[in-house]
T-cell receptor, first 111, second 115 residues
């Protein structure tokens, strides 16, 4: 079935450094969603990208959808301790009307 | 609105026992789903429903049953618990009938241990 691969699995950064996580699919995605999960919490929706080459920004977060709609990235500028958590991408799959998640990137910030 | 609620928050079962994880939403969402989360495995879809009376299997449905008799409720039943079902279970709902087209609202999760 449809799978989305996400890298890296873990990322350690110093506070203030930038962070990027990448999501890749072997097939074209109709859209891609991004979620954040704080330690001990539940996933929270961040954004959905639909158009080829789309770029969206939310304060220090920049989301991109590739031209071929097979990859996406999330970039955080100047990380803060509040950015700690796991970031997941998700795309169609896991069933006719399902949503399949990548394994996530754990962001660990060292003060 | 309470959003998506799940009960219980924690549960310990013995192998072979059965139980039902409850999920309810008060947002009149058509789409509801169940995920399990295991370390290093991300979120895996168990079952989902696009409306009352309609359910379908996700990636890892074995050992679990669901039903959707109302729009609000989507319980997950473990028929005969096994240690491999030790996990954190999340219920989610979405306004859209197609999960990939809309924001998923997740419940707080149920942490299940099977001994």
């Amino acid at each position: 079935g449809q799978q989305v691969m996400q890298i890296p699995q873990y990322q350690h950064v110093q506070e203030g450094e930038d962070f990027t996580t990448y999501c890749n699919s072997s097939t074209t995605l109709s859209n891609i969603q991004w979620y954040k999960q704080r330690p001990g919490g539940h996933p929270v929706f961040l954004i959905q990208l639909v158009k080829s080459g789309e770029v969206k920004k939310q304060k220090r977060l920049t989301f991109q959808f590739g031209e071929a709609k097979k990859n996406s990235s999330l970039h955080i500028t100047a990380t803060q301790t509040t950015d700690v958590g796991t970031y997941f991408c998700a795309g169609p799959g896991g069933g006719a009307d399902g949503l399949t998640f990548g394994k996530g990137t754990h962001l660990i910030i060292q003060p | 609105n309470a959003g998506v609620t799940q009960t219980p928050k924690f549960q310990v079962l013995k192998t072979g026992q059965s139980m039902t994880l409850q999920c309810a939403q008060d947002m009149n969402h058509e789409y509801m789903s169940w995920y399990r989360q295991d370390p290093g495995m991300g979120l895996r879809l168990i079952h989902y429903s696009v409306g009352a009376g309609i359910t379908d299997q996700g990636e890892v449905p074995n050992g679990y049953n669901v039903s959707r008799s109302t729009t609000e409720d989507f319980p997950l039943r473990l028929l005969s618990a096994a240690p491999s079902q030790t996990s954190v279970y999340f219920c989610a709902s979405s306004y859209s009938s197609f999960a990939a087209e809309g924001e998923q609202y997740f419940g707080p999760g149920t942490r299940l241990t099977v001994t």
